[in-house]
């Protein structure tokens, strides 16, 4: 451990050092028991009461010398609000995280990409670095791609289909809070949606829709639906793998864990929250975030990336 005790690093997000972030990193991967049992979780209870108590807007999350550049309100209806802040190179990380993803999806040169969601959502802001400040390449920009976003409010259903009609992205990620009324929308209409995309992919904030909400979906607009599992507190996107319908997560990006497994109320299958590492956000890391996600680790192996780690929701 070079000397450092994780534990001692990690009582406050406060004391963190590169240093100790990468004792960590080398503790989760050699022993992934240990780090499970000795480093203290990170909540967003925790994170609003951080802020409150400090003022600290980023909650007291900051190595010794952070580097600020671009500073994101996070989508999270609390009592306050809650930011993060990144800096050029993890903004290059986050859209690396994101270029996986669209990879995975199938998207690839030449392709329109729609995106009918917020332009706090990660999945817009990485898209393209004509959107933020300070992202050297975005997810369309390294596969070469052409990104078109509409803001992610269900009143915008009519613009959403006008962008599908008019431009015809190979894919269109929407919110899964835009799902139905985007649905509506586009059944006005006389020509159906696989006419105009090939694919949609819906997303939310620290959520996936369950596999029946997508079904139903899916049969009503005759185009396959994957989910992104996205938890913006913890900066963390995975994709839904077209190959093992499995969310997909890159280790070399974040360490996941889950837990507590217990039967989902749901669906009756046995599931965790998911607790998400972050290895890329050094200015104010995220380490253990406790998600509002269910989920379930699964052995790696997929056909399509064999080395991934795989995640079922
Ligand atoms: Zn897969």
Request: a positive charge; charged letters at 20%; one cysteine or more.
């Amino acid at each position: 451990m070079d000397g450092v005790d994780p534990m001692s690093q990690s009582k406050s997000t406060s004391h963190f050092t590169l240093r100790s972030l990468r004792a960590l990193r080398a503790k989760a991967m050699r022993r992934p028991e240990d780090f499970a049992a000795t480093v203290p979780v990170t909540t967003l209870e925790g994170l609003l009461s951080a802020k409150i108590k400090s003022g600290d807007p980023y909650s007291s999350r900051r190595t010794k010398k952070p580097s600020r550049k671009v500073a994101l309100q996070l989508e999270y209806d609390m009592e306050t609000a809650l930011y993060i802040a990144l800096a050029s190179n993890e903004l290059s990380r986050y859209a690396e995280a994101l270029r996986c993803c669209w990879a995975l999806l199938g998207i690839a040169k030449g392709d329109w990409v729609g995106i009918f969601d917020y332009g706090t959502s990660p999945v817009s802001y990485l898209a393209s670095s004509t959107f933020t400040p300070y992202l050297q390449r975005g997810a369309a920009d390294i596969l070469g791609c052409l990104p078109i976003c509409n803001d992610g409010a269900a009143n915008l259903s009519r613009r959403a289909v006008d962008i599908v009609k008019f431009v015809r992205p190979r894919v269109l990620f929407l919110r899964t809070d835009c799902l139905h009324p985007f649905t509506t929308e586009i059944n006005r209409g006389s020509v159906p949606l696989y006419s105009y995309v090939d694919t949609l992919v819906a997303v939310e904030n620290e959520g996936v829709p369950s596999r029946a909400e997508r079904d139903t979906y899916q049969a009503n607009l005759g185009v396959p639906i994957y989910r992104l599992m996205r938890a913006d507190a913890a900066m963390f996107l995975a994709p839904e793998c077209r190959r093992c319908s499995l969310f997909h997560v890159w280790s070399y990006l974040y360490h996941v864990e889950t837990p507590e497994q217990r039967a989902d109320q749901e669906t009756g299958r046995q599931a965790s929250r998911l607790v998400i590492t972050n290895w890329f956000a050094t200015s104010r890391p995220t380490i253990r975030y406790v998600s509002q996600i269910n989920a379930v680790l699964q052995p790696a192996g997929c056909p399509a990336e064999a080395r991934d780690l795989t995640i079922s929701a």
